[in-house]
């Protein structure tokens, strides 16, 4: 990585939610570990008529859990200016150029641009129009445009913004953003696989009977149910996080650890998946929206009962699902896959299930000798960060009875600290022209083409939507998507003693 960067960062939506919550600490946090220098400016753009004063307050508020002294922020805020911007107006384009010159000057900033898209989707693609319209990429330095998602909201809407977009910028200068893949662990499922002999060689149908992979949050819909009664979690979580993470966990060996070679073999993969019939996905797919429910004497509102949601919704705030990979490695190997709103707890966690010992030579039972738990490799991406290996042990004592013990690994609390966030690390791997951590085009286009079809198929389904009770792992049906290969999922807080634990339950 280089230090001292130079750049202008062009902010659309300066004001809005992502870019006072993540996008100025994850700036900050670049400037006081001195990626970031004296050669960086930032343009907020937004509708709102701030001046550059109320900009900076807006800027520092966005500060206030740094320990740094008001000074070093102020001297950090002083590199921000705000325009006053409608997008799809093409004069403020002209003064949102002259402003960029007068600031590549000011900062020696060597006409490198970021332009960052933190607003509403649907004028993704005006603004990339305008930019190439109105000239303000410029000749000299790179440009780079970063995307949040929803890319698109089915493979049609998404092709069509991404022609809107290769109008102006080339593939190579497009980076669309997906924050989990700037988590640390989910980076590190690349070093436990490539890096380490014993994994690598057992990595493969041959050891593996299934892999789990969990999104789990406690929280449901909160603010947000505007966008998510056009969303729900098929299109919020499982079209890009989740189907990420298949990738990092799936995908062949790199020729080299580049964004080049890794987005080649993730697209390969994501073909590789195979597609289902309409029968095929009520078979292997589960939907459900979380019902009203009383927890601990306290009356908590479904779904329906939330505001801005219609009473008769049937937006899914849950989904399970079982995703089959036609290939040489993956061959009959299910990926079990689940997410939802208003469960147990917060967590996500990746489980790589081994296929058990053909016979279990320490049962008591001779007619029964089957009785003996996988080994599990466990993931843990958030909270708790780290990794553990579930293995069979003998229990202390007479006898040889077996029992599950962990080999633990888990980061500090310091660790956890001097770990970037995921955005301040993406947002670095954009800055040094670094895309492997970034979705590219080929790799949408698949995921999307996927889960298309599982839409349709539950847009034309006219029966009732199963429900679950808040603080449970979701409905029935996703534990009985794994009950047909004689499979549990791994992390399931509500059958252990204490909840809190970390026991793997098996």
């Known amino acids: 990585m280089r230090s001292d960067l130079a750049a202008l960062f062009i902010i659309f939506g300066g004001s ?55 000074e070093t922020k102020q001297t950090f805020t002083s590199h921000f200016y705000y325009q006053s911007h409608d997008v799809t107006d093409a004069e403020h384009y002209e003064t949102l150029k002259a402003l960029a010159a007068k600031l590549d000057d000011k900062y020696q900033l060597n006409q490198n641009r970021i332009y960052y898209m933190a607003m509403s989707p649907r004028y993704f693609g005006t603004i990339a129009s305008h930019l190439g319209s109105e000239a303000l990429l410029t000749a000299d330095g790179f440009n780079r445009l970063i ?27 497009i980076y669309r953003i997906d924050h989990y893949l700037g988590k640390e662990m989910i980076q590190n499922i690349v070093a436990l696989r490539f890096g380490n002999g014993l994994l690598s060689g057992v990595w493969n149908n041959q050891f593996i009977d299934n892999v789990q992979i969990t999104l789990a949050e406690s929280v449901g819909v909160e603010e947000r149910a505007g966008y998510y009664e056009t969303s729900g979690a098929l299109r919020d979580m499982f079209q890009n ?18 964004a080049e070679d890794v987005q080649r073999e993730k697209t390969r993969l994501f073909r590789s998946i195979q597609p289902y019939s309409p029968a095929e996905i009520k078979q292997n797919f589960v939907r459900a929206q979380y019902a009203e429910t009383t927890v601990d004497g306290e009356n908590k509102p479904g779904y329906r009962q939330e505001t801005n949601v219609a009473p008769d919704s049937q937006t899914e705030t849950f989904v399970a699902g079982k995703v089959m990979i036609d290939n040489e490695r993956w061959c009959g190997v299910p990926f079990y896959v689940r997410t939802g709103k208003r469960l147990a707890r917060k967590e996500t966690q990746i489980n790589i299930v081994f296929k058990k010992t053909g016979v279990n030579i320490f049962a008591d039972d001779k007619s029964d000798r089957s009785a003996m738990a996988p080994d599990v490799l466990t993931i843990y991406v958030e909270p708790e960060q780290g990794f553990s290996l579930t293995i069979n042990g003998k229990e202390v004592g007479q006898g040889f009875s077996l029992k599950p013990d962990q080999l633990n690994y888990q ?82 807080p509500t059958q252990t003693k204490n909840k809190n634990c970390r026991e793997v339950c098996v």
């Open 241 to 258: 996080h989740i189907m990420q993470v298949i990738g990092m966990l799936a995908m062949e060996v790199p020729v080299n650890f580049s």
């Open 16 to 70: 809005g939610d992502l870019a006072q919550r993540k996008l100025y600490p994850a700036l900050f946090n670049l400037y006081r570990k001195g990626y970031l220098k004296e050669s960086f400016a930032v343009i907020g753009t937004a509708r709102r008529p701030w001046t550059d004063e109320h900009y900076h307050e807006i800027v520092m508020a966005s500060l206030e859990g740094f320990e740094e002294d008001d």
């Open 411 to 492: 980061y500090d609390k310091q660790m956890l600290a001097d770990s970037p966030e995921a955005y301040e690390r993406l947002i670095l791997e954009a800055l040094n022209g670094d895309g492997t951590n970034f979705t590219h085009w080929h790799e949408l286009a698949a995921s999307w083409q996927f889960v298309d079809a599982i839409r349709q198929v539950w847009d034309a389904d006219q029966t009732p939507l199963p429900t679950y009770a808040i603080g449970s792992m979701g409905p029935k049906e996703a534990t009985d998507l794994l009950a047909s290969t004689d499979a549990k999922w791994i992390f399931d």
């Open 147 to 173: 995307i949040e998602k929803p890319f698109g909201r089915d493979y049609e809407s998404a092709k069509a913004l991404n022609q809107e977009l290769t109008q102006t910028f080339d593939e190579n200068q």
